[in-house]
């Protein structure tokens, strides 16, 4: 019973790594913009496949292609959200929320009319899993959980240190008077998308690489993005990170109990249980 | 004083004239539908079986069409997903008023749609396997080309019983015919002296399986039967090999696809067992279909779709009015018996019209039907995954 209670704390743990990506992403464009996008998923694939092209036509190594991921993925999130979001937003939040549905779909679609629906794979080996004291630990995996450290320090000093992430966290608490002080709100919402969804296509491929990539990766994991949002804290940059875990975690302590058939009943059950006690999730609203 | 012409008749007869003008049929169109899985899980098979079926009723159209009139298809996409299948079904009866829909893959798209048909009296011809899709009370308005769940699995378990499995453990995504599909393996493994030893039932959409493949392998399995979609049978074969399970794996062609053997490295997938029921490699009717797709081994359903279509222009005509009812009355009739066989429709229909008996025997198979619906027999393709492609080991 003391392995499988290890064995989930470590496949729950890698997986919350991966999954603590797109929902940073998430987080990072709801403290700036005030509303869900859930274009994230189809975000997230579409990084995923300009991680593939990188890799596997351009044959360049993960860490390059996983670069590539996040500008492309960057740069589409902030162009859809200028053309198709933006006009929304003064209608308000639920309208741009329904409108990044509707996005999320119009992008998935053209993922498959360039890619087809066939899954594709990324150039590189797959290792056997380590055996330590009786838990198996993926070797891909514990070095995509490096990777999602990485882009997960990088932007913590990017909000900390850099102007751009003070006038983000200023937007995020509070976007009148930051407004007055001369920060233009539509570049850092640009700012802000390019970031975010960034790291939701960095995510995606991290996703992609342990599973399989096609026009729907980005959407099998929205529902654990959200979740991992909501639990943390819509809006919360270190929220993300927890829920993430908490969801990662969660849904592999299930499986010691229940059918692994409802492992995903518990990224429900977590938004539930948070809204109804906690609304404000583990982190509350705070940025940063 | 109300309008004699309802707005919809005008409408309908506006947007039948083009096509009445253009194929030079005098008379009105016989609607029919096709809901395929143009996206989602099912994807790598729907756009080749929609291609089959408008080729085919373009060829029917083009050799005089059926009692004079053209068939209109028109194809839906259900993207693998029944609630999509369903308002799909729901527009081809009740705005296109079709009198049959060919083509439903998912089992759960077919046990969604089903109810649809027969309370309208749609005939439903489906490639779907799960064995509760002709136990339902639906009237004899299913016809199904493929062998159901019962045939599929019990011939599964006598392959694994021949590769010497002992100890077998199935991974199965929850589908309505994951259950019947194990309890029959199980079944027909412990007649042979092996044992199923355990199944787990998972959500497809998960992005990792490592917890249901350590409890798997807990148990010391031989074996895996992975009842899987590909997606999922990717992330499973990449998943077991990390784990460390040198075994026998064994699972559905439909999701051993080439696509996933590429997708993964030839170590990983080498050595994967799959199986599918086997086109009549020998039928006109098979080569009419490799030359539609322009491929020389086209999948099943595109096999069985192109059969749809034949069954449904043949019992038309056999019934000389087209109705579902008509198609419900007659498939039996032109299907099996001691007519003459035929493998062409376009022949088969020149046949009835001349006042002759058919047996129409199909790319899929002899298309012999129960009374509930099911295919009597067909073969089965065995195959081996080698350095990224499917390698044939036998049909039988």
Known sequence: MIASFLQALVNGTLAGAVLALPALGFNTVYAVLRFPNFAIASLATIGAFAGWIANVLWGWPAPAALVVAFVIAGAAGAATDALALRPLRPRGAIMAAIGSVALDLLLQNAVRFGFGNDPRGYNLPVFRDWQVAGIAIGPQEVEDAGLALVAMVALFLLLRFTRIGKTMRAVADNAALAESKGIDPARVAWIANSVGFGLAGIGGMLVALDTSLDPLTGFRVLLSIFAAAVVGGLGSIPGAVAGAFVVGIGEEFSTLFLAPTYRTAIGFLAILVVLSFRPRGLFGERAY | MGSLVSRRAVLGGSLALPLLARTGFAAAPIPLGAINPLTGAGGAYGPSMAKVAQALTARINGAGGVLGRPLALDVEDDQTNPTVGVEAAHKLIDVNKVVAIVGTWASSVTTAVAPLCWQSHTMLFCVSGADSITKLPHHGY????????????????????????????????????????????????????????????????????????????????????????????????RETYQAGFDGKRFTFAYAATNAVLKALPAGVTNGLFSFAPSPDLASPAYRAVQGILGVNDPDPYSCQIYDHVSLVALAIAKAGTASGVAIHDNVRKISQGAGEKVSDPVAGLRLLAAGKEINYEGASGPCDFTPSGDIVSCKFLFQVAENQRNKTLFIS
């Open chain 2, 142 to 237: 299913i016809i199904r080309t493929q062998p159901n769940t019962y045939l599929q699995s019990g011939r599964a378990a006598q392959f694994l019983l021949q590769r010497q499995a002992e100890r077998v453990f199935g991974l199965s995504a929850q589908t309505p015919f994951a259950v019947d599909s194990w309890n029959r393996l199980a079944q027909v493994l412990g007649q042979g002296g092996a044992s199923g030893i355990g199944d787990i039932i998972y959500d497809p959409k998960q992005i990792s399986f490592r917890s249901e493949i350590g409890k798997a392998l807990a148990r010391k399995p031989d074996t895996l039967f992975l009842n899987s979609y590909a997606p999922d049978l990717e992330i499973l074969l």
